[in-house]
């Protein structure tokens, strides 16, 4: 399986704090993406960043990738109870049919 | 959920029975995804379609089959269900202005007893 792999797999911080996940996959992309998933709920797009780029800035997002290691790493700053979801990354490798391969991803609980 | 449906959102049923479900989408968009989620496994893609009639296999289709009869309308069949499909499953769409990003249905919950 291609499947990339998400670390933590579970985060706890308190409201205010910055959340770091990080992603992993094991073929050369196109791109990666970064998606949310609130509990019982389908999953919604957050940012995407090209395999050219090597930082991106959404809101309090920010993205990073690193095609040497085969990585990225999602920011979120100043977090809110809020940001409390499941966060996937998912990476597109090569060809013209828009296929996502999808990490396992992180548990993020922000505490009040 | 950007004009993507599911239906039923929740269906329990008996092994060995067939199970369809439905996605609808409004956004006339080209490629259309079934995916299934599984504790500790993340998204699985379970089939594809780049277009009406024209579908592909995903990581996991064994025991699935899929048609696209319209644009809008991707259906997702399991033949004869068994407990290794209980799981979550989501519809996916892509295309318009934003071409590499997938927007999801609500999920199905599927049961399978």
């Known amino acids: 399986s291609q499947q990339g792999e998400e670390d933590p797999q579970a985060l706890s911080i308190q409201e205010g704090e910055n959340a770091t996940m990080n992603c992993s996959y094991k073929?050369?992309?196109?791109?990666l993406q970064w998606y949310r998933q609130n509990s019982g709920r389908g999953l919604v797009h957050l940012i995407l960043?090209?395999?050219?780029?090597r930082e991106k800035h959404s809101g309090r997002l920010r993205v990073t990738l690193d095609t040497s290691k085969k990585s990225s790493s999602l920011l979120i700053t100043a977090s809110r109870a809020a940001d409390t979801a499941s966060y996937f990354c998912?990476?597109?490798?090569?060809?013209?049919?828009?296929?996502?391969?999808f990490g396992t991803g992180t548990l993020l609980a922000v505490q009040p | 959920d950007a004009g993507i449906t599911q239906s039923p959102r929740h269906k329990v049923t008996e092994t060995g029975t067939p199970v369809t479900l439905r996605c609808h989408q409004t956004?006339?968009?080209?490629?259309m995804y079934w995916y299934r989620q599984d504790p500790g496994h993340g998204l699985r893609l379970i089939h594809y379609s780049y277009g009406v009639k024209d579908t592909d296999k995903g990581e996991v289709s064994d025991g699935y089959s899929v048609s696209r009869s319209k644009t809008e309308d991707f259906l997702l069949t399991l033949e004869s269900a068994t407990s290794s499909q209980t799981s979550v499953y989501f519809c996916a769409i892509t295309g318009g202005d934003e071409p590499d990003t997938q927007y999801f249905g609500p999920g199905t919950r599927l049961t399978v007893l």
């Open positions: 073929t050369s992309i196109n791109n």
């Open positions: 960043i090209r395999s050219n780029e």
């Open positions: 998912a990476t597109e490798h090569g060809g013209a049919t828009n296929k996502l391969i």
């Open positions: 956004e006339n968009h080209r490629y």
